[in-house]
């Protein structure tokens, strides 16, 4: 469906790239702008119940909320919302194609897919290094528990609850969310390259 604001005559090269970006632009926004909001909801509500729980002064924090695995995950989202913000950008170059009395350069959308490509590498390895943190303080957890049937326990936080799984949930939704913009940067890195 075109636009009367589209540019006449354009070459059926430039349609099929401004579409791809369009299109590619579209589905990762969405996916990475759902998944950054519930991982966000999910690690706030986590955190929050975590900190509640954690409220004794002569108790030591145990749970894996308090380490370096939430500071990580919360830069992994940082960069998610960064990613998301880069997805729009891939729409506004498309209408830009399409519609601009001066396009980008094909320079210009190689330097904008490059971009996304190390925002999105950049995020989900600080969000896999605040899993591998999350995941080593929830086994030291489980290995500190008594393995009988019945557990005693001083504190409930000596137990993995499932409010501990939560952040690692939240965790793993955000690496998801950088694997959908690293797949959009390179299916639209493999579109240029054919075009």
Known sequence: MASNLDRP????????IAQTFRITGWISFWIQAVLAVVSTLVLLFSTVILQVENRSPNQAITNPGAGAG??????????????V??????????????????????????????????????GMFITLLGGEALVGS????????????????????????PIDI?????????????????????????????S
């Open 9 to 16: 005559n354009l070459p059926v090269a430039v349609q099929r």
């Open 70 to 83: 939430v500071a990580l995950a919360i830069a992994g989202i940082v960069a998610l919302y960064v990613g």
């Open 166 to 194: 939560l952040v690692v949930q939240a965790n793993t939704n955000t690496v998801l969310a950088h694997f959908v913009g690293l797949a959009g940067s390179l299916w639209l890195l493999r579109s240029l390259n054919r």
């Open 138 to 161: 929830l086994f030291a957890k489980a290995l500190s528990q008594p393995q009988s049937g019945v557990a005693l326990y001083e504190r409930i936080t000596q137990a993995v609850q």
């Open 85 to 122: 913000y880069w997805s729009f950008r891939y729409i506004r170059l498309s209408r830009s194609l399409k519609t601009s009395d001066r396009p980008p350069t094909p320079k210009t959308l190689m330097d904008a897919i490059r971009m996304g490509l190390i925002i999105n590498m950049v």
